[in-house]
Every structure is written in structure tokens, then in C-alpha cells.
């Protein structure tokens, strides 16, 4: 009998055993699985759009731009900004050889401001270039995002590193909404002449909808604006002398000479042609565009694509004796900055 005992107490020890370690010894495996899963971080895509990450792939430059709402800084790859910048700049249903223009624009005004400027940053404002992040056109878009930001991003793809120079020098690439028909030579509303930017036709524009506007002021609100006083046996303007484009230079008001440029930014016109009519007390202020009118008039760009222009097309009637150029050589002073 001693000898059957022994035998089955060990026999029934070592059941025991099995049944309370093997769980632990099958679980403590995959609780270390899991620990080490959960520790990986979580790596945000800059955007995800219907074409995926690619402009935002192996960045030759990242942008720094100052959120003028937050005050905070985004760092943006450079194709993934100039993707952004058009998607503010210009309507996302213009001609697609309308957007590849407008990225040549966007992409070439970046490495030259970056490039002579001491600032390492740009704004999201006017000042510079427009620029909304993801989210916002998101909420912008709505519904419309996936197929807007898609056909950007193949404008921005198909152009991509392309800026346009001039005399081996990236050039100021000026652009603006709607022209009266012409776009200004640069003197004529900045102070300097830049060789490329000069007045060249646009017919285009008269199907833009910001073509012709009007605005009526008060006599006082005039004043005021202008601190003129204007009398009543007195024109609204007198001696008026225009640029090339048909746009104001000079004219006097209450007795006090402007310049076009003057007039359009006091009272917020939308172009520096501009006419006057007095009615009922109320002084009536028609123009005729919209924007400055230096360098590709948006409107004209996407009217030269309806008939079937390419982007080069475009660029090299808006920008005189220019050149499309690749910027490899100038990202290494950029990236130094």
C-alpha cells in the first residue's frame, strides 16, 4: 500500500501544478505583446487627401509659416505648402493648365522671398500668400474636398520643382484676380520697374464675375477718407492722367492730388480704373478689375486654358522673357536658412 501512495500523490502534485502555471505561462507572452504595442507612437499624416501623402514625401524644404490666428508655426514640406497656397489663392474649378500655372507662381514667389529675405518665415495672409491648412479646407469644402484637393495636387504634381526665372534669378511672380482688359506695368503702381512685369492684353477677364463693381459714398464719407473738402461747383475728379493699362495715375480730388493707387486703398476699390458720377448727394465709384494688376491676372490664366493654352503658355504671356527652371540649385541656400 506504501508503495501505490507514493506514486499517486506525486502524480496528482504535478496535475496541479499543470492546471495553475500553464495559464500564466500561455498569458504573460502576449501581456508583453500588448505593452509594447500600445507604446508605439501615433504619427499624423500632414494631409489625406484622395492622391495620398505624395507632396509631402522626402520634403527637399520645409516652409515655416505663421499662423496669423494662433501665432503658432506650421512646418509645411515646400510642395505641400504650394499645394495649400493654390487650393487659397485660386478657385479649385479653374482649367487644370490654370492651377499648373498658378503653382509655378506660388512655388517660384516662395524661393524668392526665402531667398533674399532675412525672415525665415511667411504669414498666411496677403502679405505674403494665402494659406489654409488641411482642416480648414476641410471645413471649407465640405463634401467638394476630395476631388478639389485631388486636382490641385495634380497641378502641384505635375509641375513639381518648377519655378519660373528670370536672367537665372527667381522672379517676384506677381499675380492678382481680375485685369480691366490689361495687366500694369509694375512702375505704374509700385515704385520700381521690373523688367518682366510689364502691361501685356488680357481680354479674358471680362467673364470674370469681379470684371465690374460699384461702390457709393457720401459726400462726407469722402472727406473724411480722403480729408478733402469738396465743394459743389467743383468736379468729383479733375485732371486725371492714366497708366498704359487704362488705369488711373494721378487725379485730383478737393483740390488735393492722389495717385490712383492712393484712391483705390482709401476707400477699398477693388482697381485703380475707376470712374465717378455724382448722384443725390452720393459720389458713385465704378471700376472695372480686381487687384493690384501686376504679373497673371487668375481670370485671364483660366480663360487662355479654355483655349486649350498650356501652363507655359500662360506664364510666358503674364511674365515677359522669363524661363521655367528647376530649383535644385537654389534649395541649398534655402535649406541652410
Known amino acids: 500500500m506504501r508503495t501505490w501512495k507514493k506514486p499517486g500523490i506525486l502524480f496528482v502534485s504535478g496535475l496541479i501544478l499543470i492546471i495553475l502555471v500553464l495559464p500564466t505561462l500561455i498569458v504573460i507572452p502576449f501581456i508583453g505583446s500588448n505593452a509594447e504595442q500600445q507604446a508605439q507612437p501615433v504619427v499624423a499624416t500632414p494631409t489625406e487627401s484622395a492622391q495620398g501623402n ?80 488641411d482642416e480648414e479646407l476641410r471645413v471649407a469644402w465640405g463634401t467638394d474636398y476630395d476631388w478639389k484637393m485631388s486636382k490641385i495636387e495634380q497641378a502641384v504634381s505635375e509641375t513639381k520643382g518648377e519655378i519660373i526665372t528670370y536672367q537665372e534669378k527667381p522672379i517676384t511672380a506677381a499675380f492678382f484676380s481680375t485685369s480691366n482688359g490689361y495687366t500694369e506695368n509694375s512702375e505704374d503702381y509700385w515704385p520700381n520697374k521690373i523688367p518682366y512685369l510689364r502691361s501685356v492684353e488680357s481680354p479674358w477677364d471680362a467673364e470674370s464675375p469681379k470684371y465690374v463693381d460699384q461702390q457709393v459714398f457720401t459726400k462726407q464719407q469722402i472727406e473724411d477718407k480722403l480729408e478733402v473738402a469738396i465743394t459743389s461747383n467743383q468736379p468729383a475728379l479733375s485732371n486725371i492722367s492714366k497708366t498704359d493699362s487704362e488705369r488711373v495715375s494721378t487725379v485730383t480730388i478737393g483740390g488735393k492730388s492722389f495717385t490712383g493707387r492712393e484712391i483705390r486703398e482709401a476707400l477699398a476699390l477693388n482697381s485703380s480704373d475707376f470712374s465717378v458720377k455724382y448722384k443725390n ?7 472695372k478689375g480686381y487687384g493690384h494688376g501686376i504679373g497673371m491676372s487668375q481670370y485671364g490664366a483660366n480663360g487662355m486654358a479654355q483655349e486649350g493654352n498650356s501652363y507655359q503658355d500662360i506664364v510666358a504671356h503674364y511674365y515677359k522673357d522669363v524661363k521655367i527652371s528647376q530649383i535644385d540649385s537654389y534649395l541649398p541656400k534655402l535649406a541652410s536658412k
Open 54 to 133: 505624395t507632396l509631402a514625401d522626402n520634403p527637399a524644404l520645409m516652409v515655416s509659416v505663421l499662423r496669423s490666428q494662433t501665432e503658432e508655426v506650421d512646418e509645411v514640406p515646400l510642395e505641400l505648402y504650394v499645394a495649400r497656397v493654390v487650393a487659397s489663392e485660386m478657385p479649385a474649378d479653374f482649367e487644370l493648365e490654370a492651377l499648373k500655372a498658378q503653382a509655378l507662381a506660388a512655388r517660384t514667389y516662395i524661393v524668392q522671398y526665402l531667398s533674399n529675405d532675412d525672415s525665415s518665415q511667411v504669414t498666411d495672409t496677403v502679405n505674403h500668400q494665402v494659406y489654409k491648412n
Open 281 to 287: 448727394e452720393h459720389i458713385i465709384f465704378t471700376t
